[in-house]
């Protein structure tokens, strides 16, 4: 049902975070282009995605993606993956974890783990094969509706709201928190930090981040110094 995290960011998670953000940064442009392209050609007439798209004029289509032109440019709203041959899904599927809208109908797909959509919390209408389930099950969507060969799953439910059973899955000095259909995680309240929250005060990013820049700056250096004994030694 959920994931609860034992506990609030450490200095190793931060350190995680960070290379994990870069390559994000650098990445993300090229992930959000690989998922609307993994399937040929432009999103269907007809489909969920196609009509949410073109109710909204700040949206655009892309491939097979509907995105954003503003606040946010080029964030992923909807993804039409139907029709698509697809036995599994693409690679870069978890960059479309903004999407509000996604049709997957028209696929010989397997089973999805509950996991495959572990972040897409603005996620409010998914289209499937009608073998499939809706991800999380029905306890996760407000309607499960089936017509002809398809089936959707509509208005995600945010489990930490709708029943108090999750409430103890989390440590004290933390909260539940939505982490996409079915999946929930545990985060830190307020200043309190660490394994299972119980560190408490504000975390010395300071300290942290000039001891990263010092050891990075150091590898930097070492890593210059051996490129120049290679290059008098050849």
Not at 63 to 82: A, K, Q, Y
Not at 84 to 105: E, K, M, Q
Not at 159 to 185: I, R, T
Not at 209 to 228: I, K, M, P
């Amino acid at each position: 049902m959920g994931r609860p995290v034992a506990g609030g960011p450490g200095p190793r998670a931060w350190v995680l975070r960070l290379l994990l953000g870069l390559a994000a940064w650098r990445g993300g442009a090229a992930g959000r282009s690989a998922v609307c392209s993994c399937c040929p050609g432009p999103v269907r007439n007809g489909s969920s995605v196609a009509s949410y798209c073109a109710a909204r004029p700040a949206l655009e289509l892309q491939g097979r993606c509907c995105l954003s032109r503003e606040p946010e440019p080029g964030v992923i709203v909807g993804l039409d993956l139907g029709n698509c041959s697809l036995t599994f899904l693409c690679a870069g599927f978890p960059d479309a974890n903004t999407a509000l809208v996604i049709d997957l109908t028209e696929n010989p797909l397997g089973n999805i783990p509950n996991t495959t959509f572990q972040g897409f919390t603005r996620l409010q209408s998914i289209s499937l094969p009608r073998a499939l389930e809706c991800p999380g099950g029905n306890m996760a969507w407000d309607l499960n509706t089936t017509h002809g060969d398809s089936r959707t799953c509509q208005g995600q439910r945010n489990l930490c709201n709708s029943s108090g059973e999750l409430a103890w899955l989390c440590p004290e000095n933390s909260q539940c928190s939505p982490d996409g259909p079915g999946l929930v995680q545990c985060l830190c309240s307020g200043s309190y930090h660490g394994y299972k929250c119980l560190r408490e005060g504000t975390f010395p990013l300071l300290l942290f981040y000039g001891t990263l820049g010092a050891v990075t700056t150091t590898l930097s250096l070492l890593a210059w110094g051996s490129q120049r004994r290679k290059a008098k030694a050849s």
